[in-house]
């Protein structure tokens, strides 16, 4: 058998060993491109995940908010329609329709979790008292806010901000509530938190 016959048969025989180190090099390298790919895809599919969970958190919140401040109303003629007005804490007051007994709602932050602390009123119009625990649940967590971020900032008639509005003529000038809810699902990576933003007119206040 000459030299041409021989690498005929090597040929038919199966790859080099060049030729098969070059196919698993190239294999490994497929290998990673796509597993990088398949590992930034589900990054950005969590991020996604995680940033729709903070929106929906945020506007939740927002919303209820929203629907309580603008239902807030005075029970006599001395209790402004909002009790403590605080940077991150809001107690209102409200009457129901059917029973037009009076409800105390009482918002607070624990850890990353805003409460709502219900306390529903005894006595008879217009000598209502609030007294007993409150039932408190849950309007949302993740929640950011802190004393440089605060969730409420309160303003008079003419938009005026009114600063720690303790006393009852402060709080009874209190005309709008700017509420900014900030919340974030994991604060040790991204995305960024989302906060949501807006101002609610005291309606009730006398």
């Not at 080099?16 to 196919?23: A, G, N």
């Not at 039932?135 to 900032?153: S, W």
């Not at 209190?174 to 699902?185: A, E, F, L, P, Q």
């Amino acid at each position: 058998m000459n030299t041409r016959q021989r690498r005929e048969c090597q040929r038919e025989g199966g790859f080099t060993l060049v030729e098969m180190m070059i196919s698993a090099g190239l294999i490994s390298l497929a290998s990673i491109l796509i597993i990088t790919l398949l590992t930034s895809a589900t990054g950005i599919m969590r991020d996604i995940e995680v940033r729709s969970r903070s929106d929906r958190q945020s506007q939740t919140i927002a919303s209820t908010l929203e629907s309580d401040i603008r239902s807030a109303a005075s029970v006599d003629n001395i209790v402004p329609v909002i009790g403590v007005a605080g940077a991150n804490e809001l107690t209102i007051y409200r009457k129901t329709t059917a029973t037009g007994v009076p409800t105390r709602h009482h918002y607070y932050l624990v850890a990353d979790k805003l409460l709502m602390g219900v306390l529903t009123a005894t006595g008879t119009d217009p000598n209502w008292t609030f007294n007993g625990t409150e039932r408190a649940t849950q309007v949302g967590q993740y929640v950011r806010n802190n004393t440089t971020d605060v969730m409420f900032k309160y303003y008079d008639e003419d938009g005026n901000q009114l600063t720690a509005p303790t006393t009852i003529t402060d709080r009874a000038a209190i005309r709008k509530v700017g509420v900014n809810i900030i919340c974030d699902v994991d604060t040790a990576k991204a995305p960024p938190a989302y906060t949501t933003t807006l101002e609610v007119n005291v309606r009730n206040q006398r």
